[in-house]
């Protein structure tokens, strides 16, 4: 799997939109961007993935730039349950692999 | 959809002793489980990969004789902890791979292992 690096981490106002930078500059072209997140002594969350197209879900949006080298994700209207490390990934679909976790960025909600 | 649940939650045991964690898929079936391990103030460390009716694919480091791991169904898999130490105490993560659709891995809540 490639290797991504993100900020340690970000600040955030509730109710703000949050936008977490991930860098991946040597993702292969079969590679997908996965976001997971881990909120305090929890089991990490799925939250999305994409190839090259721009996703949206019900919990947030992937932005991809149009070189692939890096993306965003998106939480709309953060709010203080959003306070979690966020891991990003890229990885083949399919692999039979387990996942290669980072450091991910340490979002924290502010009231 | 795609729940994936561990038990027990926490664990508290004595150094010498053996323990199962179960990690269980509830609404899909898994034909691949993982299990991680992860160390207070670090990331999720991949322990090993779990094939349903396969012996378990360990990572470098990781002592298969240490680490039992059970994958007897589509969605049961089990990590037994034998003769557990203080240093086997930290919190582990199982997550389940769906068979068919996109390539998610949905984790289970995690075991917190305290070993005295």
């Known amino acids: 799997d490639a290797k991504t690096t993100q900020p340690p981490s970000m600040d955030c106002a509730e109710g703000r939109a949050a936008n977490l930078p991930c860098n991946h500059s040597t993702i292969s072209g079969n590679e997908y961007v996965y976001w997971y997140r881990q909120i305090h002594s929890q089991g990490p969350q799925y939250i999305i993935h994409?190839?090259?197209n721009n996703e949206t879900n019900e919990m947030a949006s992937l932005i991809i730039t149009e070189d692939r080298k890096s993306s965003t994700l998106i939480l709309p209207h953060a709010t203080l349950r959003d306070t979690a490390v966020y891991y990003c990934?890229?990885?083949?679909?399919?692999?039979?692999?387990?996942?290669?976790f980072g450091k991910g960025t340490h979002l924290i909600i502010q009231p | 959809g795609a729940v994936v649940s561990q038990h027990p939650s926490r664990v508290i045991c004595k150094s010498g002793t053996s323990v199962k964690i179960e990690c269980r898929s509830l609404?899909?079936?898994?034909?691949?489980m993982f299990w991680y391990r992860q160390f207070p103030k670090q990331s999720l460390m991949l322990m090993a990969t779990?094939?349903?009716?396969?012996?378990?694919?360990?990572e470098q480091g990781v002592e298969k004789d240490k680490f039992l791991i059970n994958h007897a169904s589509l969605t049961l898999s089990t990590l037994t902890v034998t003769s557990a130490h203080p240093e086997d105490s930290s919190f582990y993560i199982c997550?389940?791979?769906?068979?068919?659709?996109?390539?998610?891995?949905?984790f289970g809540p995690g075991t917190r292992l305290t070993v005295l």
């Open positions: 990934i890229v990885r083949v679909a399919g692999g039979a692999d387990g996942l290669t």
């Open positions: 609404d899909f079936q898994a034909t691949t």
């Open positions: 994409g190839l090259k």
């Open positions: 779990s094939n349903e009716g396969s012996k378990a694919t360990y």
């Open positions: 997550s389940a791979r769906t068979a068919g659709g996109p390539d998610t891995q949905y």
